[in-house]
C-alpha cells in the first residue's frame, strides 16, 4: 500500500514499546503501525525481538514502557484474555494447541466465549476454518497432540479465525515445516487478509514473507532498523545483503 | 478427551446412595462393629477432603500443598464457633458451613500467588502456608497452643458425612460440567493458549481455590467433631502427604478417584494400624508402587460413569456381532 504516508487511524499503534527481560532490555523502545486489511511482517534474525513484540502486545509479558494504542484505546497492561476480547488474536509461537482435546475440541475452546449464545456463528465460523484447511475436516476426531507440525499450525491458525478478531498476529506461521505447506500456509493466510481480517506476521523467513506482505518492519537486536513496503526493501542492496542472502 | 457427560449424574450419585442406604441398615441395626463404623466415617470425610484437593491439584493442575492449612483452618473455625456460638447440635449445618467458609476465604487468599508463581516455587509457597498456619495455631493461646482444642461436641454421624459427601460431589460436578470447570482443564492443558482464547485465568484459579478450600474446610469441621478433639499436629507433614497420597491413588481430576482413593487408603491406614509407624513406610511403598505402575492413579481423570458407559458399550457391540455372525452362518 503506497498511500500509507496519508492514511489515519492506524487500527494498531505502537510507539516506543520497550520491554526487558530483568535488566536486560529485548525491546528498545520501537514504533510501528499496522493499518486495517493489511498484512505486515516483522522480519528479522534470531534474538531480535519478534515474538517479544507480539508477547508484549498481548500482555503475555508485562511491557515496560510506552504506548500500545488498539481500536483507539491504549491497552497496555490490560490481561490477555480482555484484549483477546477486544478483537486482537494471538496465534502463538511453538502453536500451543490443547493436546489432549481432538481437532474438533480445540476449534470449539476457541469458540469459549460465544458457542452458547450465538451457535450458528460458530458453525459459520468453523466452515470458513474448515474450507481453508480441509486437512481439519479429515482429522476433526484425532487428538490435537498427534497432528503434524503443519497440521498443528493450521490448527493454531484456525483456532484463531474461530475466536474471531479484527487483528491476528502470527508468530512464526513457517516454523518447522515442509517448504511446500509452507507455500501453502501463505497462500492460506493471504486468504484471510483478503476476506478482511488485518494479519501482524512475524517471520524468519523473509522471502515468503514479502511475497504476501504490504508492509515490512525490519527488527534488530531490539530495534526497528528499516521499514518499507516489500519492493522498496527489495530495492535496498544492503537489506537484501543482510537479511534476504543472496 | 472431553466426553459428553449429560444424564451420567445419577451414574455416579446412585452408587453413593445405594452406600448411604447400607450404612443406614448396618448402622441401625448394630451389625457393625464401632471401630468399623468410625472407618466408614473417616473414609467419608476424607472423600469430601480428596475431592477438595483434586480441584486444584487435579483438575486445574497445580501441585499445591495448602490442603493441610486449609483443612486446619476449617477444623479450628468449626471447633471454635460450635464451643463460643453455635451449641446446639442442631446447628451443626451452620458449623460446618463456617467451618467452610473460613477456609474459603483463605482459599481466596492463597490464589493469589498461583497468579504468578509456577511449579515448584508455587508448591513451595504453598508449603509455606500450611507450616505458617500449623505454627500458629501451635502458639495462639486462645485455642489451646500445642495442646489443641478438647471436649468439643462429638455431633458428627455417618449421616452427616454422607450427606455432606453427597454434596459435595453435587458441587464438583456441576462445577466441572460448567464454563469454569472447562476453563480449568483449558488452563491445565496450556494456560498461555487458554489465555489467548480468552479464558479468564486468575478468575479461574481464584474459583478454584475457593471451591477447594471450602470443601477441605468441611472435611476439618467433620473431623473435629467426629474426635471431639483437635490439635496443630494433625495438620503437619504427615497430613499433607496423606491427602497426595489418596489423591494420587485414585487418580487426578476424577469424582470418582477420589472416593476410591480415600477409600482404599483408609482401609489400608487402619487396617494397618498395629504396625505402628511402621505403617508410613508401607503407604510410602505403596506410593511408590502406584507411581511406577499406575502413573495416572486407578481411574486416572475417568469417573464410573465413564466405565459403566464403556461396559453398556462393549455389550451392545458384541450382541450386534454375535447377530451379524448368526446371519452370516446361517
Not at chain 1, 54 to 67: D, M, P, Y
Not at chain 1, 136 to 152: D, Y
Not at chain 2, 236 to 259: A, E, F, K, P, W
Request: some cysteine; glycine content about 10%; hydrophobic content about 45%.
Amino acid at each position: 500500500m503506497s498511500d500509507r504516508e496519508n492514511r489515519q487511524n492506524p487500527l494498531l499503534h505502537v510507539s516506543d514499546l520497550v520491554v526487558s527481560y530483568g535488566k536486560i532490555a529485548a525491546i528498545k523502545g520501537i514504533s510501528f503501525d499496522v493499518y486495517k486489511g493489511e498484512i505486515v511482517a516483522m522480519l528479522g534474525a534470531n534474538g531480535a525481538g519478534k515474538t517479544t513484540t507480539l508477547n508484549a502486545l498481548t500482555s503475555v509479558i508485562s511491557v515496560k514502557n510506552g504506548e500500545i494504542v488498539f481500536k483507539g484505546k491504549n491497552i497496555k497492561g490490560m490481561p490477555t484474555h480482555k484484549i483477546t476480547i477486544m478483537g486482537m488474536i494471538h496465534v502463538p509461537e511453538g502453536r500451543r494447541i490443547f493436546p489432549s482435546l481432538t481437532v474438533g475440541e480445540n476449534l470449539r475452546a476457541a469458540a469459549y466465549l460465544y458457542e452458547k449464545k450465538d451457535k450458528a456463528l460458530f458453525e459459520n465460523r468453523r466452515d470458513y476454518v474448515m474450507n481453508l484447511f480441509p486437512r481439519l475436516r479429515e482429522r476433526v476426531t484425532q487428538l490435537g497432540g498427534t497432528l503434524s507440525g503443519g497440521e498443528q499450525q493450521m490448527l493454531a491458525i484456525g483456532r484463531a479465525l474461530i475466536t474471531g478478531g479484527d487483528i491476528v498476529l502470527m508468530d512464526e506461521p513457517s516454523m518447522g515445516m515442509a517448504p511446500n505447506l509452507v507455500m501453502e500456509i501463505f497462500e492460506t493466510i493471504k486468504k484471510i487478509a483478503e476476506n478482511g481480517q488485518t494479519i501482524m506476521l512475524v517471520e524468519q523467513n523473509a522471502m515468503m514473507a514479502m511475497e504476501i506482505a504490504h508492509y515490512c518492519y525490519v527488527l534488530e537486536t531490539g530495534n526497528v532498523t528499516y521499514d518499507g513496503t516489500p519492493q522498496m526493501m527489495k530495492a535496498n542492496k544492503n537489506i537484501v545483503e543482510a537479511y534476504l542472502g543472496s | 478427551m472431553i466426553t459428553k457427560r449429560k444424564n451420567h449424574l445419577l451414574g455416579d450419585v446412585i452408587p453413593v446412595i445405594i452406600i448411604a442406604a447400607i450404612l443406614i441398615v448396618l448402622k441401625e441395626f448394630k451389625l457393625i462393629s464401632t471401630s468399623r463404623l468410625l472407618i466408614l466415617q473417616y473414609i467419608g470425610l476424607y472423600s469430601i477432603f480428596v475431592l477438595g484437593i483434586n480441584m486444584v491439584n487435579g483438575y486445574l493442575g497445580i501441585f499445591s500443598l495448602a490442603h493441610a492449612g486449609f483443612m486446619a483452618s476449617g477444623a479450628y473455625a468449626a471447633a471454635i464457633s460450635s464451643k463460643y456460638f453455635f451449641k446446639e447440635s442442631w446447628m451443626f449445618p451452620l458449623i460446618l458451613l463456617f467451618g467452610g467458609l473460613i477456609a474459603m476465604l483463605i482459599g481466596l487468599i492463597m490464589s493469589i500467588p498461583s497468579f504468578k508463581a509456577k511449579g515448584d516455587y508455587l508448591a513451595i509457597i504453598t508449603l509455606g502456608f500450611s507450616l505458617i498456619v500449623q505454627s500458629f495455631l501451635q502458639n495462639w493461646r486462645f485455642v489451646g497452643a500445642s495442646k489443641g482444642i478438647n471436649n468439643v461436641a462429638k455431633f458428627t454421624n455417618i449421616y452427616w458425612v454422607y450427606g455432606c459427601l453427597l454434596f459435595a460431589i453435587i458441587i464438583v460436578r456441576k462445577f466441572i460440567n460448567s464454563k469454569y470447570g472447562r476453563s480449568l482443564k483449558a488452563i491445565r492443558e496450556d494456560q498461555v493458549a487458554s489465555e489467548l482464547v480468552s479464558v479468564d485465568v486468575k478468575r479461574a484459579k481464584t474459583i478454584a481455590f475457593a471451591v477447594s478450600a471450602f470443601l477441605i474446610g468441611i472435611s476439618g469441621a467433620l473431623l473435629v467433631h467426629l474426635l471431639g478433639y483437635t490439635s496443630p499436629s494433625a495438620y503437619g507433614y504427615t497430613n499433607i502427604v496423606d491427602g497426595l497420597v489418596m489423591v494420587y491413588l485414585g487418580g487426578m481430576g476424577s469424582i470418582t478417584g477420589s472416593i476410591v482413593g480415600a477409600t482404599l487408603w483408609q482401609i489400608l491406614i487402619q487396617t494397618l494400624k498395629n504396625l505402628g509407624t511402621w505403617r508410613w513406610v508401607v503407604g510410602g511403598g505403596l506410593l511408590c508402587v502406584i507411581m511406577i505402575f499406575l502413573t495416572n492413579g486407578i481411574f486416572g481423570n475417568k469417573e464410573l460413569s465413564d466405565a459403566i458407559h464403556a461396559i453398556r458399550k462393549y455389550f451392545s457391540r458384541s450382541k450386534t456381532n454375535k447377530t451379524i455372525s448368526e446371519e452370516t452362518t446361517k
